[in-house]
């Protein structure tokens, strides 16, 4: 898979903070990729230097092959929904889309049926003559979201899509983004992990401006690597943890302190499916009320650990 | 929600159609706004008013300074030459203008209503469109509109859209006062029509240098009212600074467009090239501004 965007070493400064540090990540072409990582961790400026609007203090961005210079900017190579970046409030929902894709070469008529096509997407037809000053926070994102839509093949990048949508709203936002990859490239951020995790199919986590964990949503998890058993009780069999370790490719096997969770380490992603099936016969073999079988971590808690205040 | 949009081909970039689609979204949003009226209102009011009191005046002196004008149009080739050469030796207008209004080319009434009036244009120009880039800047809407085109070509499009509407409101003004004028006889019609496309040429220059001016701060500076505040002042403080500086040196006094305006109105080449020089150079340190600043 080739990359759409590659940042190397990229570093950015205001003045004395340092926003994002040393920071390289490759996004491959088709992706959808999260960008996730708690407050300040440098996702708004990452975006802002995809995005060209911000210089790299050091580094090296590519968007498609091509390099951004300073001072020219990704022009027609990326479509973004900025963060705290606000659309003319005098003008009005439909003309304001119709300009921006004039903007972006389309003719009058095209640029026309693909905003109004737009606004369909999300959901906000109806209010195509109102005036971006007598839209809600809510409406007012979808409006930025409908821009990203009125382009051609850029890659899409959405700076926190969800933040102030009711949950039904977020949740068609989500369906309407995961129908949008079928063609194209996006990136976003979320504070939403649940959201990301189901969304996407990589994620790059920062913490402080740095890279601290990145890859596909399986690797990023451990997905192929770790098995987490819940017990409905403890085990009654000792025997059952040393035939667990016998198994193929089994690298560990960490019982939790109470006893009703067993925790295993795998050391090939490749005979994950089949680590879990002999797991569960040796479980039952020995008696186990098994509750539950998780592969991998919950992205939830990767974040934790990742970005904990000891991780640096 | 479903997305139904088919990204389709992608077009060629053209600057200069991304400039067109800037610029005409610019004029026509300014075109539209109260402030092209007050620009409208306010030149016209200060020019229609100085018109007025200059045809009064000229009234009162019983027609003398038009009288003196039509004389100075019949006077032989050797006399029109001695006259420009008494005028220049004043030191009061260099020898082009000298010889436009000699020659009856620019009517005095229309020159002395033009030099008393356009001291308030440079100000409005800035009223207008002082808060045009700046105010992009300060919300980051420029983030949804550079993404799209080139930063040279948006700051092209301000320009553009900023001219038209300043000149397009003075050409404006100056007609609907010829239209008055008509309308009373108030003066020779005739002479200032044929003037008016040469003025207007010299008004071209006139504008785009302070369109130019006022985009390099909004291009500088942000917030806008800082836009406001700085360029106003600094025209005041150009023209004063030039003033004193002209004391120890007078080339020195040349230094500003202030001077220059005069001499434009008889399209003289220097103060043409004056006018274009200092709008080449604001417009490449806006452009230089916006392509090194975040966005």
């Known amino acids: 898979m080739s990359a759409a965007v590659e940042m ?69 190579q990326v479509l973004s929904l900025p963060q705290d970046a606000a659309l003319p409030n005098h003008k009005r929902v439909l003309e304001c889309l119709i300009f921006l894709a004039q903007l972006g070469g389309m003719s009058g008529a095209e640029a026309r049926q693909k905003s109004e096509q737009a606004l369909k997407d999300v959901g906000l037809s109806e209010l195509a003559d109102r005036k971006l000053s007598q839209l809600s926070h809510g409406q007012r994102r979808r409006v930025g979201i409908a821009q990203t839509l009125v382009g051609h093949d850029e890659v899409i990048m959405l700076d926190e899509p969800t933040a102030g949508l009711d949950p039904r709203t977020a949740l068609e936002l989500g369906q309407l983004i995961q129908s949008l990859h079928a063609r194209r490239t996006i990136v976003l951020s979320s504070h939403n992990l649940s959201e990301v995790e189901t969304l996407c199919t990589h994620a790059a986590i920062l913490s402080k401006g740095k890279l601290v964990a990145s ?35 089994v690298r560990a096997v960490n019982p939790s302190p109470d006893g009703t969770g067993i925790e295993i380490q795998c050391g090939d992603p490749n005979l994950a499916d089949q680590v879990t099936t002999e797991v569960l016969k040796v479980l039952i073999q020995h008696g186990a009320q098994v509750k539950g079988v998780e592969r991998g971590r919950k992205l939830e808690q990767r974040f934790l650990e990742t970005t904990a205040p000891t991780s640096g | 929600m479903s997305a139904e949009v088919n990204p389709g081909v992608r077009p060629e970039r053209n600057v200069l159609a991304e400039t067109w689609c800037m610029a005409r979204a610019e004029a026509i949003e300014m075109f539209l706004s109260i402030r092209a009226l007050f620009l409208v209102i306010t030149y016209g009011g200060i020019a229609g008013g100085i018109g007025a009191f200059v045809v009064w005046i000229d009234g009162k002196m019983e027609g003398k300074l ?160 800082l836009v406001l505040l700085i360029a106003a002042m600094g025209l005041f403080l150009i023209r004063f600074l030039t003033w004193v500086l002209s004391f120890f040196w007078a080339p020195l006094g040349e230094l500003w467009l202030g001077v220059w305006d005069v001499r434009l109105w008889a399209l003289e080449p220097a103060a043409i090239g004056v006018f274009l020089g200092y709008a080449v150079v604001f417009i490449a340190l806006a452009q230089l501004a916006l392509r090194r600043r975040d966005l």
């Open chain 2, 66 to 225: 038009a009288e003196a004008s039509q004389k100075a149009a019949e006077l032989s080739v050797t006399e029109k030459a001695s006259l420009v050469e008494q005028i220049t030796k004043q030191g009061m207008v260099s020898q082009t203008l000298a010889e436009a209004i000699v020659n009856g080319d620019l009517p005095p009434l229309v020159l002395t209503i033009l030099y008393t009036s356009t001291f308030a244009i440079p100000i409005l120009i800035i009223l207008v469109g002082y808060n045009r880039i700046a105010e992009d800047v300060s919300s980051r809407y420029t983030r949804y509109v550079l993404q799209r085109i080139h930063r040279g070509a948006y700051l092209a499009g301000k320009i553009i859209g900023h001219f038209l509407v300043c000149f397009t409101a003075v050409v404006l003004v100056h007609v609907l006062l010829l239209g008055l004028a008509k309308a009373y006889d108030i003066f020779d019609l005739g002479r200032t029509v044929q003037a008016m496309p040469r003025i207007w040429l010299g008004m071209a220059c006139f504008v785009l240098a302070y369109v130019s001016y006022t985009v390099m701060f909004s291009s500088l500076l942000q917030p806008p009212f």
């Open chain 1, 8 to 76: 190397i070493g990229v570093t950015k400064d205001y003045g004395r903070v340092r926003a994002v540090d040393d920071l390289s990540l490759s996004i491959p072409e088709g992706s959808l990729y999260g960008l996730i990582g708690p407050n300040g961790a440098g996702k708004t400026t990452t975006f802002a230097l995809l995005g060209g609007f911000l210089r790299p203090t050091k580094g090296e961005i590519r968007i498609r092959g091509r390099q951004l210079l300073p001072g020219l900017p990704p022009v027609g």
């Open chain 1, 215 to 249: 890859g596909t949503m399986d690797e990023i998890k451990g997905t192929g690597q770790l098995l987490l058993v819940a017990l409905g009780q403890p085990l009654s069999n000792p025997a059952a943890l040393q035939a667990l370790a016998t198994i193929v490719s």
